[in-house]
C-alpha cells in the first residue's frame, strides 16, 4: 500500500474499512508439509467448513494470498523455499505457524528439522497441538482477524516498526559450546541461496 | 500405452534446444505433499522426469535410536499420516515378534479393526485426492466425510482424533467401550452407501476414466523387479497380500472374510479400482471382527514384566507401583533379547517393514523402516516419461506419496 | 530352510560362503562382502527370490560383541512362495564399498542411494550415486553413530527474514 499521508492526518475510520475487508476474506496459502496438512484439509471440507469465516479460498500461488498457514515441521531442504514463498507474497501478509512442528520442532528434535519457523521468518499467531484440532484451526483465523482489526492499518504503518528479529533468543544455546562446529555445509553461504537475490 | 518418447536427453537433460525444463514443486497443490520433480519437456510430452526428495526428511530413524519402544510409537505415528494407527501396529508387531510376546486375543482383534479402519481411511483420502486433481471436488467432500467419522471412532478409543499412540508393547494403552462397539457397528452399516456414491461419481465418469486408463502403466515383472507391494503391486498382477501370505492379529481366523483385490490393467485406473474394492473387503473384516470381538483383557499379564499397569494398580498396589517404576525409569525398563528382527504388516500403502537391531536395552540399536511411499516414488520416472504434463497428478496421485513416509 | 540355502550356496561358492541362523521367522545368511554380488544373482537366478524387499544398513560402532562396524541387510522375497530370506554382509572403514545389485533389482536404486546418504557406504557401480534425502551441500552421515542426534547446528545455519524487510 503506498498511500503517502502526513503524519498529522488521522484516519481512523478508513483504517476501520480497510481492516473490516481484509478481516472477512483471508485468503489463506497453504504451506503444508505435513500430517498438519491432512487436518488444514479437514477444517476446510465438509463438517467444519472454514468458508464461514471468509478464509475456504485457498490459493496455491503466494501472490493471491494474504494468510500463509505454515502446516506441518520444516525440514532444512525446506527453509529456503518457505523463504521464498513469504517474500513473494504481496503486502498486507500475515503467517500462521500450525502445530507444534511448525512454532518449535515439537517432537522432532533432530540435526534436520528447523526448530520453529520464527527463526527464519516472523509468525503471527501460534497454534499448538500435535496436529491442531480443526477448530483450534477456526480458532487461529479468528484470532487473526482479532489482530488485523485491533492494529491493522491501510498503508501497514505496523509492519515497518517491526524490524529487529522476532524469534526466539541465543539460537544455539542448546548446544554445548564444544560441540558446535561451523558445519561443513554452512547454508547461508551454500550453493542454494549464493547468487540468488532474496527478493525475487 | 506410453507414447513413444519423440527425443532423448543426454545426462545434463539439454543437447536438444527445443526442451525445456519445468520445475515442479516442492510446493505445488497437485503434489499434496513436498516432493519436486524436475521435467523436461518437448512440448507438452515429457522426456525425461528427475525426482528431487528429502524436503521433509526429519531424522525418524534417527529418533528411533533415541526413544523406547512405548516412546517411539509417538515418532511412527507421524510417519504415514493418513493412516497412523496402522504404522502403530506395524511397529509394536516387531516389538513383539523381536521379544517373543503373544498378545491376548481381544487385542488381536481390536488391533484388526483399527487397522482396517486405517486402510479404508487412506484408500479413501487417495481416492477423494486423485479425484480432486482431476477436476471432482465432490467426490472428495464425500470421502473426507467417512474420514471424519474414523477419525470419531478413534478419538473415542483413544482420546486423539489425528495421532492416536494407542498401542504399547504388549496391548493397548486402555480397552476400548461399548460406545467404540455401537460406532464401528454404524460405520459398517453406513459405509457402503457411501462408497457406492463415491463410485457412482468416478466409476462411470468419462473424463476420470480418459485420463487415468492407459496411463503410468507397470507390467507385472516390472511391479516384482521394482520391488512394489500393496495396491500398486495388486494392481499390476501381482496376488501378493501379507494378510494372506504370512498372517498375523487375528487374520487367520478371519481368512473366510475377505479376497485379494487384483487387477491386470496396472494403470491408474486399475490402481484406483484395486482401492475401491478392498475397501469394501476391508468392511467385510471390520463387520466379521467386532461381531466376533472376545471379552477378556486387552494386555498381558503383569508378570511379563512389559506392559504398563493400569493406574489403579500403580496407585494401590506395591507391585503396580513397582512395575511402573521399573518401566519408567530410564536405566531399567525391559530387556530384551540381543539379536535383529524383521516384521512387516500389510498397510494401505503397501508391506510397511522394520528391521529392529537390538542390544538387549529398552531401545533399539537401529530402527529401520521399509517405507513403501519411498519405493513407489522410485517408479515416478519410469511410469510418467512418454506422457503428458497433465498426466502428473495422475501417476502421484495413484501413487499415494505420502512425503513423510517418503523422507523419514 | 536357511541350512538348505546355505548348503547350495557353499556347493557353489565353495565352504564357509555362508553361515545360516534363526531368530523367530527370519532366516539369515551372513555371506562375506567379495561374494555377495554373486550369492545374490544366484539367489535370484536359481533360487527364486524374484523381489528385493528391503535393503537396511546398520551401524555397530559401539555395539557389544561387534567386529565390523557397518551390517547391510539384503531382504529377499519369493513372490511365488511367499519365503523371505535375509543376506547379511559386513563391511569396514575406512573405504566401506559394496557392489551394487541395481542390475540384479531396479528397486535397489533408491534403497542403495539412501544408504549412501545415511552411512557413506559406496556402491560400486551404482548408476547414479548421489545423496537423496539430504542436501548436496551437507557433508556428514547422519545414522552413523559418531553424529549426534541434534546435528552440529546445520538446522540453524539459514539467514532470517524480518517483517520490515519482507
Known amino acids: 500500500m503506498a498511500l503517502k499521508l502526513d503524519d498529522n492526518i488521522f484516519v481512523s475510520k478508513l483504517d476501520f474499512l480497510a481492516n473490516w475487508v481484509r478481516k472477512n476474506s483471508l485468503w489463506p496459502m497453504p504451506f503444508a508439509t505435513a500430517c498438519c496438512g491432512i487436518e488444514l484439509m479437514a477444517s476446510a471440507s465438509s463438517r467444519y467448513d472454514l468458508a464461514r469465516f471468509g ?106 516498526k517491526r524490524t529487529a528479529y522476532e524469534g526466539p533468543g541465543d539460537r544455539l544455546g542448546e548446544l554445548d559450546p564444544s560441540e558446535v562446529v561451523i558445519a561443513p555445509g554452512n547454508f547461508a553461504t551454500g550453493k542454494r541461496l549464493r547468487g540468488l537475490p532474496l527478493v525475487n | 500405452m506410453p507414447l513413444e518418447a519423440v527425443a532423448s536427453v543426454d545426462e545434463t537433460g539439454t543437447d536438444k534446444e527445443f526442451l525445456y525444463t519445468l520445475n515442479f514443486g516442492p510446493q505445488h497443490p497437485a503434489t499434496h505433499t513436498t516432493l519436486r520433480l524436475i521435467l523436461t519437456l518437448d512440448g507438452e510430452t515429457i522426456v525425461k522426469a528427475q525426482p528431487d526428495i528429502g524436503f521433509l526428511h526429519s531424522g525418524f530413524e534417527k529418533l528411533g535410536e533415541d526413544l ?110 461399548d460406545l467404540f462397539v455401537s460406532q464401528v457397528r454404524a460405520f459398517v452399516k453406513s459405509f457402503p452407501k457411501a462408497h457406492g456414491d463415491v463410485c457412482r461419481l468416478l466409476n462411470k465418469n468419462k473424463i476420470f476414466i480418459d485420463r487415468t486408463q492407459g496411463v503410468g502403466t507397470l507390467t507385472r515383472e516390472e511391479a516384482i523387479n521394482r520391488s512394489c507391494t500393496g495396491p500398486v503391486a495388486r494392481a499390476s498382477g501381482v496376488a501378493r497380500d501379507l494378510r494372506k501370505d504370512e498372517p498375523y492379529l487375528a487374520y487367520p481366523e478371519l481368512q473366510s472374510s475377505f479376497k485379494i483385490v487384483c487387477s491386470n490393467g496396472g494403470d491408474c485406473l486399475a490402481r484406483y479400482l484395486v482401492r ?40 494401590r498396589s506395591i507391585e503396580g507401583l513397582i512395575q511402573h517404576f521399573e518401566l519408567f525409569m530410564w536405566n531399567r525398563r525391559f530387556e530384551t533379547p540381543v539379536n535383529e528382527v524383521y516384521g512387516a504388516n500389510e498397510t494401505a500403502n503397501g508391506e510397511l517393514g522394520f528391521y529392529v537391531v537390538s542390544d538387549g536395552s529398552a531401545k533399539a540399536w537401529r530402527a529401520r523402516t521399509r517405507p513403501p511411499s519411498f519405493i513407489h516414488f522410485a517408479l515416478f520416472p519410469h511410469l510418467i516419461e512418454g506422457h503428458q504434463i497433465s498426466d502428473v497428478p495422475a501417476v502421484l496421485g495413484s501413487l499415494n506419496i505420502i512425503a513423510a513416509e517418503l523422507d523419514r | ?55 537396511a544398513g546398520i551401524d555397530y560402532l559401539g555395539y557389544a560383541d561387534a ?100
Open chain 2, 276 to 315: 475401491m474394492g478392498e475397501m469394501l473387503e476391508s468392511v467385510n473384516i471390520i463387520a466379521a471382527a467386532i461381531e466376533n470381538l472376545p471379552s477378556g483383557p486387552v494386555n498381558i499379564g503383569t508378570d511379563s514384566k512389559v506392559v504398563i499397569p493400569d493406574k489403579s494398580a500403580t496407585y
Open chain 2, 68 to 177: 523406547d519402544f512405548n516412546q517411539y510409537v509417538t515418532i511412527v505415528d507421524r510417519m504415514n499420516y493418513v493412516s497412523p494407527v496402522a504404522n502403530e501396529i506395524a511397529w509394536h508387531h516387531t516389538i513383539e515378534k523381536l521379544m517373543g510376546l503373544d498378545i491376548t486375543p481381544r487385542c488381536k482383534y481390536i488391533r484388526t479393526i483399527l487397522a482396517e479402519l486405517a486402510r479404508i481411511g487412506d484408500h479413501l483420502l487417495c481416492v477423494g485426492a486423485v479425484a480432486l486433481d482431476l477436476g471432482g471436488l465432490t467426490a472428495f467432500l464425500y470421502a473426507f466425510n467417512e474420514r471424519e467419522r474414523i477419525y470419531d471412532i478413534l478419538e473415542n478409543a483413544s482420546g486423539q482424533r489425528f495421532h492416536p499412540s494407542y498401542t504399547r508393547v504388549g496391548g493397548l494403552i486402555n480397552d476400548v467401550n
Open chain 3, 67 to 166: 567386529t565390523d562396524r557397518y551390517g547391510i541387510v539384503y531382504s529377499l522375497t519369493n513372490t511365488t512362495t511367499g519365503e523371505r530370506l535375509f543376506v547379511k554382509t559386513f563391511v569396514n572403514d575406512p573405504d566401506p564399498e559394496v557392489p551394487s545389485v541395481v542390475d540384479l533389482w531396479e528397486g535397489a536404486n533408491w534403497m542403495e542411494r539412501e544408504l549412501y546418504d545415511m552411512f557413506g557406504v559406496k556402491f560400486q557401480g551404482h548408476p547414479d550415486l548421489r545423496r537423496i534425502l539430504l542436501p548436496d551441500e551437507f557433508t556428514s552421515h547422519p545414522l552413523r553413530k559418531d553424529y549426534p542426534m541434534r546435528g552440529y547446528g546445520e538446522r540453524h545455519n539459514f539467514p532470517t527474514v524480518t517483517r520490515a524487510e519482507s
Open chain 1, 55 to 160: 478464509s475456504e479460498a485457498m490459493r496455491f500461488t503466494p501472490r493471491q494470498c494474504d494468510v500463509m498457514i505454515v502446516a506441518g515441521r520444516v525440514a532444512m531442504k525446506m527453509v529456503p523455499v518457505m523463504q521464498r514463498i513469504w517474500l513473494q507474497m504481496p503486502e498486507p501478509k500475515w503467517c500462521i505457524s500450525m502445530g507444534a512442528c511448525a512454532s518449535t520442532g515439537g517432537v522432532f528434535d533432530t540435526y534436520s528439522v528447523v526448530q520453529g519457523i520464527d527463526r527464519f521468518i516472523p509468525v503471527d499467531v501460534y497454534v499448538p497441538g500435535c496436529p491442531p484440532r480443526p477448530e483450534q484451526v477456526i480458532r487461529a483465523v479468528l484470532d487473526l482477524q482479532e489482530k488485523i482489526m485491533k492494529g491493522g492499518t491501510i498503508d501497514g504503518r505496523e509492519f515497518a
Open chain 3, 1 to 55: 530352510m536357511s541350512i538348505e540355502h546355505a548348503t547350495a550356496i557353499d556347493a557353489k561358492f565353495g565352504a564357509g560362503s555362508a553361515l545360516p541362523m534363526e531368530f523367530r521367522d527370519n532366516k539369515r545368511l551372513t555371506v562375506p562382502v567379495e561374494k555377495i554380488y554373486g550369492v545374490l544373482a544366484f539367489l535370484q537366478l536359481q533360487r527364486g527370490f524374484d523381489m528385493l524387499c528391503d535393503l
